[in-house]
C-alpha cells in the first residue's frame, strides 16, 4: 500500500465516517421533529361507547361501571319523593398501542345532551359552560373538592352534593396527573391511562351523546427508528473497517520495510556487481549507474512507476553484466578493434544473457543484456531484431546508453557537446532508436532531467 492508496483510503474512511454521522443526525432530526408534533383525533358518540375494533395507535373509549345509584332531582320544589335521575360512572379509557410513550396528553369531551357532573379523577378539569350568550369558563384542580361557592358556574346541590350542569354544547378539558400518587401520564407503549366521571341523567336516559377530541404528543426514543440500527450497523462496519485497515496498515508498513531493506541489499549487490564490470574499463566508471538512472527516468516520462519503475532500473543496471567474461585488454584497448575482437566486443550482450537467464526474481531481467545492442532499423546485435520486436526495456536502454558513450570521454575520444548529442539522437531516430523513445529523451535533456 504506497501514500497514494493510504492517502486515499484514508479520505474514504473520513467521508464515510462523516456519512453515518449525517445518518445519526437525520435519525436525531427526524425522532426530535416527530416528538415535536401534537397529533390530534376525535372520537364520535358511536365509537366513543363501544370497544375500539381496531387497537392500533392511540384509541379512547368510554364504559360505564354496572354499579349505579339514583337521587331526586326536585328542581321546582314539587315534593317529588321517587329518584329521577340515575348516577352513572364512566372510566375514559386511553390506550396506547404504539411502540412509542404518550408524554403529553389532553382530551376534550364534549357534551351533545343534558348532564349533571358530579366528580372526575385524578387529573384537573377546564370547564366551559355557555352562559346568556356567552361562555364561562373555570379551573378546577380536583373535581373531587369542588365547592360551588368558589367558581361563577351554573351549579346544583343535592343532598350536599354540588353537581355542575353541562348543557349541549359544553365542554371540558381534562388535563391527566403527573403525580406520583396518580400517574396518568406518561402512557408506556401497550398501556392505557383511565381518568373516571361521576355524573347524572334522567331516569330510562342513556349517557350516550358526547365526543372527544384528544391532543397528544409521543416520546419516541430514538432506537424506535429502524434507521438508527442502519446507522449502528454503519458504524459498526466503518469500526471494523478501520480496524482491519489499521491491522493492514502496520503490516503493509512492516512488509514495506522489509521490502526497502530487501531492495536495499539488492540494489548494493547489484551495484557492487556492476562496480567491478565498470572497474574493468576506467574511461566507463560509473556507466551501468548513469545508464540505469537515464533508462528510470524514460521509464517515469512513460508513467511507469512502483515496484515496476525499479525492476526496470535494476535491468539497466545490469546491461553491461556480460562484459564480465571480455578480457580486460580488448575493452581498455586504446587503437582500433581487429574483427575478431570486436566479435568478442558484440559477445557481452549474448554472455549478458546467459549470466542472468537463472536470475527470476526479476521478471525478463535478460532482455536488456541481450538486446541493448540491437537497433530499430534491423541492423543491430545478436539478432538482429527491428522494430517492436525488440523488447521495450532494451529500446530504453540503447537510447540511455547511447547517450552516456556519447557524453563521457573515452580512450579514442572526448565526449561530445551538448548540441552535438541531439543532433546525433535527432538523426538517428528510426535508425538506432526508437522514434518515441528518443523523442521522449530529447525531452528530458532540454528540461535539464538529464545532463
Partial sequence: MNKKSNKK??????ATLLAVIALFSTVLIKTNLYNQKVHSKTVESTALFSEPEKKSGITVSAVPRSSTWGKIF????????????????????VANNTKDEVKDLTFKLIFEQEVYLSSAWNGSLEIHQKNKGGEQVAD??????????????????????????????????????????A?????????????????????????????????????????SEPLFWISCGCLLIWLIALIIFIITSIQVKKYNERHM??????????????????????????????VAIYTKRIAEAMGYEGEELERIYYIALLHDCGKIG?????????????????????????RGGEILSSFKSLPNVG???????????????????AGEDIPLIARMICVADSYDAMNTNRVYRKHLSKEEIIREIESNKGKQFDPEIADIFLG????????
Fill in 326 to 350: 571480455v578480457p580486460d585488454g580488448i575493452l581498455g584497448k586504446p587503437g582500433r578493434l581487429t574483427d575478431e575482437e570486436y566479435e568478442i566486443i558484440k559477445s557481452h550482450t549474448v
Fill in 9 to 14: 483510503a484514508i479520505i474514504s474512511f473520513c
Fill in 444 to 451: 528530458l535533456i532540454k528540461n535539464g532531467k538529464v545532463n
Fill in 367 to 385: 532482455e536488456g543484456a541481450l538486446y541493448h545492442h540491437e537497433r530499430y532499423d534491423g541492423k543491430g546485435y545478436p539478432e538482429g531484431k
Fill in 261 to 290: 531493506r530487501d531492495n536495499e541489499i539488492i540494489n548494493e549487490s547489484i551495484e557492487t556487481f556492476t562496480g567491478f564490470i565498470d572497474a574493468k574499463d576506467p574511461y566507463t566508471n560509473g556507466h551501468s549507474k548513469r
Fill in 140 to 181: 378546577i384542580p380536583d373535581l373531587r373538592e369542588f365547592k360551588a361557592d368558589d367558581y361563577e358556574l351554573e351549579t346544583y346541590v343535592v343532598d350536599g352534593e354540588s353537581l355542575i350542569k353541562m348543557k349541549k354544547g359544553d365542554y371540558l378539558i381534562y388535563t391527566p396527573s403527573t403525580s406520583t400518587n
Fill in 183 to 223: 400517574l396518568e401520564i406518561p402512557i408506556e407503549p401497550r398501556e392505557c391511562t383511565v381518568p373516571g366521571f361521576i355524573l347524572y341523567v334522567p331516569m330510562e336516559v342513556d349517557f350516550n351523546k358526547a365526543s372527544i377530541v384528544i391532543d397528544y404528543s409521543f416520546h419516541r426514543l430514538i432506537s
Fill in 74 to 93: 326536585d328542581f321546582n320544589n314539587e315534593g317529588i319523593t321517587e329518584n329521577n335521575y340515575q348516577a352513572f360512572t364512566y372510566d375514559i379509557t
